[in-house]
């Protein structure tokens, strides 16, 4: 089975799919501590990296979508990953049930709309291509994630812990409304 990855352009941003050169980039992505410090709080080693790297080319192939390498196209550098994937992450089928969404910046990219523009950008070609519920699941400290999920039409779903971490469980069930 041979899908294509979709490439989507923003106004600052490229949402591509990663290539075996993207490897590098990503594996000191995932290493950063800033990074993570919502996202499991460990960074991950090479080999981890490695793994998740592989798994993401395998989910496009496998479901028709997974996540894209977020570019920026003002310097062509690859400062993170935004997009959807099944998981088992044993919380219950009104979460383990449905695609869930991630999206992850370099630390030196946060705090500047960047992440926001790429999950929106992702969420916009989802609701094309395969419209339906999503989910994610939100660190409860990690307020800059929530701010971007409600801007998505993300609610609450339910708390829950993840391992020994409370998070927010959260629902999407289409685009928010305009107002």
């Known amino acids: 089975m041979i899908r294509s990855i979709p490439m989507i352009n923003t106004a600052r941003l490229t ?3 990663m290539r075996p050169e993207d490897f590098d980039r990503f594996s000191e992505i995932w290493a950063s501590p800033d990074v993570v410090r919502h996202i499991g709080g460990q960074p991950r080693t090479r080999g981890e990296s490695w793994d998740a790297f592989l798994r993401n080319a395998g989910h496009w192939q496998m479901t028709g979508f997974g996540q894209w390498a977020i570019v920026q196209q003002s310097t062509r550098q690859m400062i993170g990953q935004a997009g959807f994937f099944f998981t088992n992450r044993e919380l219950g089928e009104d979460f383990d049930s449905f695609p869930e969404a991630g999206w992850i910046v370099s630390a030196m990219a946060q705090g500047q709309g960047l992440g926001y523009e790429a999950a929106r950008a992702a969420h916009d070609w989802f609701d094309r291509i395969m419209p339906g519920p999503l989910v994610a699941i939100i660190d409860e400290d990690n307020v800059s994630s929530f701010r971007v999920a409600e801007k998505l039409g993300y609610d ?10 409370p998070v927010q469980l959260m629902r999407r069930n289409g685009p928010p409304n305009k107002v």
């Open 15 to 17: 949402l591509c799919a």
């Open 156 to 165: 609450v779903l339910r708390q829950a812990e993840f391992k020994g971490t």
